[in-house]
């Protein structure tokens, strides 16, 4: 069937943080300099910020650059950080740095405890008021290329498509959306991102990209235990000495606070859940003292990029480029990346500005944006951590070693260390011990069913399933008989499940609705054998306030 086709200047794909940076950049770039721009950003999402999930305490150096009266205009950033703690949790105790041993990199003063989904929403608004058509529910799922070679955009996925493959009564084809440049700021592991990565060797020559999976809660809790704009970490108890890995947590406006642990995807064990690790660190005395007697009331989770500098692909190619997470500008130590998402959706909007001005057609690269970037304050905030996560391989102990010199020189370290894939790095079930998890109390831990329940997520269930096996025999056949299943634990979401092992023919059950879009299957599956799609567009999470 013919698709119906628009043309545009500028194709975003993702609305946030890096992707609505670029469409306000462009648009301003079109006023100051008198020359119209045609700009529109496609998300996958139900709503803008319906699948943003991060932290978050937010770093405004970008923002203040990109729109400087932010404040007049009623940007959602209502709680600046008043106080930082930093801990080492053992079992039933903790220790608290003394903030002076802390490098300058890990202090928040002047930084902000947000929503970034609520951000995007204002961002959005902000973007809509310069002109960028903005539409939601619509999931890129094609890349669109020239004859030449270049990329001509992207193709939305088709709506109504049965789960047999068949065409139900509401189906409608998907739209081509054609640009002299497409901006892909898909966010971390976008599937659109990692396709066009192999198709132009964007990933010749540099480091592997590493991973952390991040799970959050967000708590309703009693008045007299807030305390608004309070910043812990932690890291330590419940992870073992080879895992890296920390916990966050933020006292946001209006008695709400924000709870999480990250863990690092190049976990050895195959037996290790990150769910069930999360809910086991909540009890904690540290943590669970800010929590109790208080309501969760949102849950979610994501993969975050730990690669850092040298995990940096070539971003360009003719006809567009790689913003944002789709990109990977994460500062691990900081904890911290949409500051830098939205400088590299700001710098690539003016070198694609720049091209559009001189009567470019896309048929050239965006050689600006790589430029622009190797001189940016992104690329000096990198340079200067790159060695903080890799040194982690080594164990805890050398790893905070490392990182803190690290930290406190400034990256005067004369080598840049590389990272191993993360799917690369289970063992064998047999040669690791088997971790025996508390049954969850309804309190302070929970299960995973009851977690999705709060992640508003939804697919339509007559569907194709958007997680696709290369090989249907691998999970039993490689997974289950050396790994015991371990994407039955690594997935935040229970979306995979192994059935009928007491009958002694297991399968492997994927419950596609349950998905959270976190991609940590895709990326941590050890023979690679899982590929996550873009489902029907507007399914996924539907997160509030995260």
Same mark, same amino acid.
């Given at each position: 069937?013919?698709?119906?086709?628009?043309?545009?200047?500028?194709?975003?794909?993702?609305?946030?943080?890096?992707?609505?940076?670029?469409?306000?950049?462009?648009?301003?770039?079109?006023?100051?300099?008198?020359?119209?721009?045609?700009?529109?950003?496609?998300?996958?999402? /139900?709503?803008?910020?319906?699948?943003?999930?991060?932290?978050?305490?937010?770093?405004?150096?970008?923002?203040?650059?990109?729109?400087?009266?932010?404040?007049?205009?009623?940007?959602?950033?209502?709680?600046?950080?008043?106080?930082?703690?930093?801990?080492?949790?053992?079992?039933?105790?903790?220790?608290? $740095?003394?903030?002076?041993?802390?490098?300058?990199?890990?202090?928040?003063?002047?930084?902000?405890?947000?929503? $970034?989904?609520?951000?995007?929403?204002?961002?959005?608004?902000?973007?809509?008021?310069?002109?960028?058509?903005?539409?939601?529910?619509?999931?890129?799922?094609?890349?669109?290329?020239?004859?030449?070679?270049?990329?001509?955009?992207?193709?939305?996925?088709?709506?109504?498509?049965?789960?047999?493959?068949?065409?139900?009564?509401?189906?409608?084809?998907?739209?081509?959306?054609?640009?002299?440049?497409?901006?892909?700021?898909?966010?971390?592991?976008?599937?659109?991102?990692?396709?066009?990565?192999?198709?132009?060797?964007?990933?010749?020559?540099?480091?592997?990209?590493?991973?952390?999976?991040?799970?959050?809660?967000?708590?309703?809790?009693?008045?007299?235990?807030?305390?608004?704009?309070?910043?812990?970490? /932690?890291?330590?108890?419940?992870?073992?000495?080879?895992?890296?890995?920390?916990?966050?947590?933020?006292?946001?406006?209006?008695?709400?606070?924000?709870?999480?642990?990250?863990?690092?995807?190049?976990?050895?064990?195959?037996?290790?859940?990150?769910?069930?690790?999360?809910?086991?660190?909540?009890?904690?005395?540290?943590?669970?003292?800010?929590?109790?007697?208080?309501?969760?009331?949102?849950?979610?989770?994501?993969?975050?990029?730990?690669?850092?500098?040298?995990?940096?692909?070539?971003?360009?190619?003719?006809?567009?480029?790689?913003?944002?997470?789709?990109?990977?500008?994460?500062?691990?130590?900081?904890?911290?990346?949409?500051?830098?998402?939205?400088?590299?959706?700001?710098?690539?909007?003016?070198?694609?500005?720049?091209?559009?001005?001189?009567?470019?057609?896309?048929?050239?690269?965006?050689?600006?944006?790589?430029?622009?970037?190797?001189?940016?304050?992104?690329?000096?905030?990198?340079?200067?951590?790159?060695?903080?996560?890799?040194?982690?391989?080594?164990?805890?102990?050398?790893?905070?070693?490392?990182?803190?010199?690290?930290?406190?020189?400034?990256?005067?370290?004369?080598?840049?260390?590389?990272?191993?894939?993360?799917?690369?790095?289970?063992?064998?079930?047999?040669?690791?011990?088997?971790?025996?998890?508390?049954?969850?109390?309804?309190?302070?831990?929970?299960?995973?069913?009851?977690?999705?329940?709060?992640?508003?997520?939804?697919?339509?269930?007559?569907?194709?399933?958007? $997680?696709?096996?290369?090989?249907?025999?691998?999970?039993?056949?490689?997974?289950?008989?050396?790994?015991?299943?371990?994407?039955?634990?690594?997935?935040?979401?229970?979306?995979?499940?192994?059935?009928?092992?007491?009958?002694?023919?297991?399968?492997?059950?994927?419950?596609?609705?349950?998905?959270?879009?976190?991609?940590?299957?895709?990326?941590?599956?050890?023979?690679?054998?899982?590929?996550?799609?873009?489902?029907?567009?507007?399914?996924?999470?539907?997160?509030?306030?995260?």
């Amino acid at each position: 069937m013919t698709r119906e086709s628009m043309e545009y200047d500028v194709v975003i794909v993702g609305a946030g943080p890096a992707g609505l940076a670029a469409a306000i950049r462009l648009k301003q770039l079109g006023l100051e300099g008198n020359h119209e721009v045609n700009v529109t950003v496609i998300e996958k999402g /139900s709503e803008v910020g319906a699948h943003i999930l991060s932290g978050a305490v937010f770093e405004p150096q970008a923002l203040d650059e990109l729109i400087p009266d932010w404040k007049d205009k009623g940007a959602p950033l209502n709680t600046p950080v008043k106080k930082d703690s930093f801990l080492v949790l053992s079992r039933s105790g903790a220790f608290k $740095l003394p903030n002076f041993l802390l490098p300058s990199q890990m202090h928040n003063k002047g930084n902000y405890i947000i929503s $970034l989904g609520n951000l995007c929403r204002w961002l959005a608004t902000q973007a809509e008021e310069l002109g960028v058509e903005i539409y939601p529910g619509f999931a890129a799922k094609e890349v669109l290329f020239h004859d030449d070679g270049r990329v001509k955009g992207v193709a939305t996925g088709d709506m109504g498509i049965a789960a047999d493959g068949s065409e139900k009564a509401t189906f409608e084809p998907g739209i081509e959306l054609h640009a002299k440049y497409t901006l892909f700021a898909e966010g971390v592991r976008g599937s659109l991102s990692q396709e066009l990565m192999a198709h132009f060797g964007l990933r010749d020559g540099v480091a592997p990209q590493t991973y952390g999976l991040g799970i959050k809660e967000l708590w309703q809790v009693d008045a007299a235990k807030h305390s608004a704009g309070l910043v812990q970490h /932690s890291f330590g108890w419940p992870l073992d000495s080879k895992t890296y890995g920390g916990t966050f947590l933020y006292h946001l406006e209006e008695d709400l606070v924000a709870v999480g642990l990250v863990v690092a995807l190049d976990y050895k064990n195959p037996h290790l859940s990150p769910f069930d690790e999360f809910q086991r660190v909540k009890t904690h005395p540290a943590i669970a003292r800010h929590l109790k007697g208080g309501k969760r009331i949102a849950y979610g989770a994501r993969a975050i990029n730990e690669g850092g500098l040298q995990a940096i692909p070539k971003l360009t190619f003719a006809g567009g480029a790689l913003i944002g997470c789709s990109a990977g500008f994460l500062n691990v130590p900081k904890v911290k990346g949409s500051h830098n998402a939205m400088k590299s959706g700001t710098l690539a909007a003016e070198a694609a500005f720049e091209s559009l001005r001189e009567g470019s057609d896309g048929d050239d690269e965006l050689t600006g944006y790589t430029a622009a970037m190797r001189r940016s304050w992104v690329h000096k905030e990198l340079k200067e951590v790159r060695n903080c996560r890799p040194a982690f391989r080594w164990g805890v102990l050398v790893g905070t070693l490392v990182s803190g010199f690290e930290l406190w020189t400034r990256g005067a370290l004369p080598w840049t260390f590389g990272h191993h894939p993360d799917h690369k790095s289970l063992k064998p079930a047999a040669q690791c011990r088997k971790i025996d998890y508390p049954k969850p109390d309804g309190e302070l831990s929970f299960d995973k069913l009851s977690s999705v329940f709060i992640s508003n997520t939804n697919h339509e269930e007559d569907q194709p399933v958007h $997680l696709r096996l290369k090989d249907e025999a691998v999970p039993i056949a490689h997974n289950l008989a050396l790994y015991d299943a371990p994407e039955q634990r690594y997935c935040p979401a229970g979306v995979y499940e192994i059935v009928d092992a007491e009958a002694g023919a297991p399968q492997l059950q994927i419950n596609a609705q349950n998905c959270l879009h976190c991609k940590t299957c895709d990326i941590k599956d050890p023979t690679q054998n899982i590929r996550w799609t873009v489902p029907e567009g507007g399914g996924g999470p539907n997160y509030p306030n995260m």
